[in-house]
């Protein structure tokens, strides 16, 4: 019992240190933080704008642009309320919600440590009978507030597909199978958001949907999840620490007919990276049923119609960033000197190189450490420049956000047009031609 409070403490201690520096160096902050906060909301400051940038891309190069089975989408985020009544989550996007006669707060049931003891007040036996709260936030479309003019933010960015699924065929008559992707916001009510930017009200959204013969499903299965898992190497996360869950029928969506979630060993424990489903025709058949509107597709030079399968990976963009986050951050040691370091993969780096001169009070080695700065910046654009105290200090920040290279234009510069180029993860240097930077 005592070793598990102890591993318990060194994971919340390991969420604190993430959550202190990624506030201090510029990544992740408080949602209307100078107005005492918004719960489940934040903000991305410069360095945290980068990164979470640079992992969409890497998504969208790897999943959308590398390939050519995939059509890009942008759907709106409004939609009509038809979408989501007949999609069911008007009905049934619900989490139980508990509240404490005591003190007021309410919980969602089913995350509570005791279900017993409020976690606010620490009051026993005060929870009433659990109820079910629909997550979408409701809204009103136009200048009248009544039945006909509700709508909702998107609580995901899924059916904004598949209404588009018809619209594609149209356009582009694909062959089977393709898939339609997309990236954007979606919003949750979350009854108990937590965990940093694990689980917030306002996040967004990698999705895709994949459309196949609804005899082949398996063979696209099985492609996508090996997909996946390149997708995850690239963004340099152990292998260890990435487990499959199949997920069994009574705990899989009504709809889906096989679901892996793929789980990572975040510094709050095991939980949910992103998930793989076979929907089967699920989405599309609602569409046709409640819409009028067929949703079959014609093979190419055959009279054969059918309405397509689906199989859908879904990524949480925050979920990637925290496990990157969490991955990169490392505690070690130089010159008997304690170093705290992001060790991001290169291609994911907010910074690619920082550009110093040797000293700021030497006009000539400014002024070739601006052309050198200009140079890389024209080139890699994430490039920072930095005169701000001892070379020390300035190899320290740097290493917290997680640059790779660090470029010293030192007097020797002036004579041999070389630079000292310092590695992040090993720490050594070495001379390297100004041309051959990059």
Not at 97 to 114: I, M, P, Q, T, Y
Not at 181 to 201: C, T, V, W
Not at 289 to 314: L, R
Not at 319 to 337: F, G, I, K, P, Q
């Amino acid at each position: 019992m005592v070793q598990l409070t102890v591993v318990m403490n060194e994971k919340n201690q390991e969420l604190e240190n993430i959550v202190s520096l990624a506030k201090r160096r510029g990544f992740i902050y408080n949602g209307s933080d100078v107005y005492g906060g918004l719960s489940g909301t934040w903000d991305y400051g410069p360095l945290g704008v980068a990164l979470k940038r640079n992992i969409m891309n890497l998504w969208w190069k790897m999943f959308v642009e590398d390939r050519e089975d995939m059509y890009p989408v942008d759907a709106a985020i409004l939609m009509n309320q038809k979408v989501w009544q007949a999609s069911g989550h008007t009905a049934t996007f619900t989490d139980p919600l508990v509240e404490c006669s005591n003190c007021h707060g309410r919980f969602r049931a089913d995350k509570l440590d005791n279900p017993n003891k409020c976690p606010t007040c620490g009051s026993e036996g005060t929870f009433g009978e659990a109820r079910q709260f629909n997550m979408m936030f409701k809204t009103h479309v136009g200048s009248t507030e009544d039945d006909t003019s509700v709508s909702y933010l998107r609580p995901e960015t899924a059916q904004g597909i598949f209404t588009n699924y018809k619209n594609v065929v149209d356009s582009f008559y694909p062959d089977l199978p393709f898939g339609m992707a997309q990236q954007g916001k979606a919003f949750r009510n979350e009854i108990s958001p937590r965990d940093f930017i694990f689980r917030s009200r306002e996040f967004e959204q990698m999705e895709i949907e994949y459309f196949v013969e609804p005899d082949k499903w398996q063979v696209s299965f099985d492609a996508l999840l090996a997909n996946i898992h390149e997708y995850l190497n690239a963004l340099g996360l152990p292998s260890d620490k990435i487990h499959e869950l199949e997920v069994p029928e009574g705990d899989r969506a009504h709809y889906s007919k096989r679901t892996i979630d793929i789980e990572y060993d975040f510094p709050i424990g095991r939980e949910e990276l992103l998930g793989l489903a076979y929907r089967t025709d699920f989405d599309l058949m609602n569409i046709q049923n409640h819409a009028g509107k067929s949703m079959e597709y014609t093979i190419k030079g055959m009279n054969t119609k059918f309405v397509p399968h689906v199989i859908e990976p879904s990524f949480g963009v925050e979920r990637s960033v925290m496990a990157v986050l969490s991955a990169a951050y490392t505690e070690d040691e130089v010159n008997d000197e304690k170093r705290i370091v992001m060790k991001f993969p290169e291609h994911l780096a907010p910074v690619k190189y920082c550009v110093s001169p040797l000293v700021r009070n030497k006009p000539e080695l400014v002024e070739k450490a601006r052309t050198v700065y200009q140079m890389l910046k024209k080139k890699h654009g994430n490039v920072m420049w930095d005169d701000n105290g001892n070379i020390g200090k300035r190899y320290r920040r740097q290493d917290e956000i997680g640059t790779p290279y660090c470029v010293v234009i030192d007097f020797e510069t002036l004579e041999d047009n070389a630079v000292t180029v310092r590695d992040r993860d090993t720490t050594e240097q070495k001379r390297v031609s100004i041309s051959e930077l990059g």
